[in-house]
Each structure stands twice: as C-alpha cells, then as structure tokens.
C-alpha cells in the first residue's frame, strides 16, 4: 500500500465488533439479506468469495469456497490469497442458509435478483449500506473479517487452523488479522497475585 500510487486514502487500524453487533448489522438486513451477511460475520469470508460460493459448496455444516468473484467473473486463487477452502459453519448462520428459499435459476449460493454474481458497488448499495444505517453499526465487511479472526484467536483456536480456514499464511493471519481485545487484564491480574 505505502508503494501503490492509487492508494489515496490512509489506512488505519481496523475496528473489532462483537458477535452481537455483527449479528445486529446482519439482521437488520432484512430476510432476504441476513444469511449473506451471517456468512461473512461467522465464516470470515472475503466479500468476493461470498459472491462465488456455489451452491454446491454448502454442505454438512461445512462452506467450501472456490475462487472470489469481481465485476461478474470468478477469479482462482493467487500465491497471497488462498480462495480454495473449507469454512465450518456456525449453527445459527447454517440454519439462517438452510431456511433460504432454493434458487434454481442459479448455481449460486447468493445471486442477485436475477441470477448473476454480485458487482461490489451493487452489494454495498443494495445490502450493506442499508443494513448498517438501520443497525447503526458502521462497520465494513472487511472489519468482520478482522473480527472473526480475532476472535476465535482469542478463544483459543489453533492458529494453523484457523490461518487455513481465512485463506492465508500464518504469519500473516496472527501478525495482520490478530488485534487486542483488552479482555486479559483481570487475568493478568489473577495470575501474578
């Protein structure tokens, strides 16, 4: 980014939110839009795997990502970006996915109205947007992700586990995706006496 003569706005720390916000954002969303936004909040998904997941890759509780979609194409995997894996599903989001009505005018896990994959500028006008005006949680699909990470860091999941299931190295996932929580202080203070 500090050599990308495009980048123009500065980058700053993601913020971390709660399950309970993510979810709150995701309701808001309405029905039709939930799930969508329960898979990027419980399975940590990048917003363009979320777009190219089949509805094939839904199966046994487990979510099977294959390649991320942008503008209307579906890309493969690169060397920095891991877009081939198996996400386990939470059970709340797997019943929000399992109670959405069949598409079979699609062989996507979430089309648009009229069958296509998802355009980004489409999603954050359509989906996004509105879900976090009405939920009052301003946060970005990408500080999900960071979320997710975080979180299940913190709860104790293995960190090669889990880098394998957000698609990236170790090193990155505990250096660039791991943020404090503050949580430990009273344990801190428990342990030393």
């Not at 309701?27 to 799930?35: C, L, Q, V």
């Not at 894996?85 to 996507?108: E, F, H, K, N, Q």
């Not at 500028?121 to 005006?133: G, L, Q």
Request: glycine residues 8%; contains cysteine.
């Amino acid at each position: 980014r500090a050599g990308d003569p495009r980048a123009i706005k500065q980058s700053r720390e993601p913020r971390i939110w709660t399950w309970e916000q993510m979810h709150r954002l995701a309701a808001a969303a309405g029905t039709s839009y939930e799930p969508m936004i329960r898979t990027v909040s419980d399975c940590g998904v990048r917003i363009g795997e979320l777009f190219a997941v089949r509805r094939s890759g839904l199966r046994d509780g487990v979510l099977c990502v294959g390649g991320t979609a942008w503008e209307g194409t579906v890309q493969a995997s690169s060397r920095e970006k891991n877009h081939d894996r198996a996400i386990p599903i939470p059970p709340g989001c797997l019943a929000l996915l399992r109670a959405m009505p069949p598409r079979i005018d699609s062989p996507w896990l979430f089309p648009t109205k009229t069958g296509q994959l998802w355009r980004i500028n489409n999603f954050y006008r359509d989906v996004w947007r509105p879900a976090r005006e009405a939920s009052g949680v301003d946060a970005s699909p990408h500080e999900f992700r960071h979320s997710w990470v975080t979180h299940l860091r913190a709860a104790g999941v293995d960190p090669a586990d889990l880098a394998e299931m957000a698609g990236h190295s170790v090193e990155t996932a505990t250096s660039r995706y791991t943020h404090p929580l503050q949580r430990s202080f009273d344990e801190v203070r428990r342990l030393v006496g």
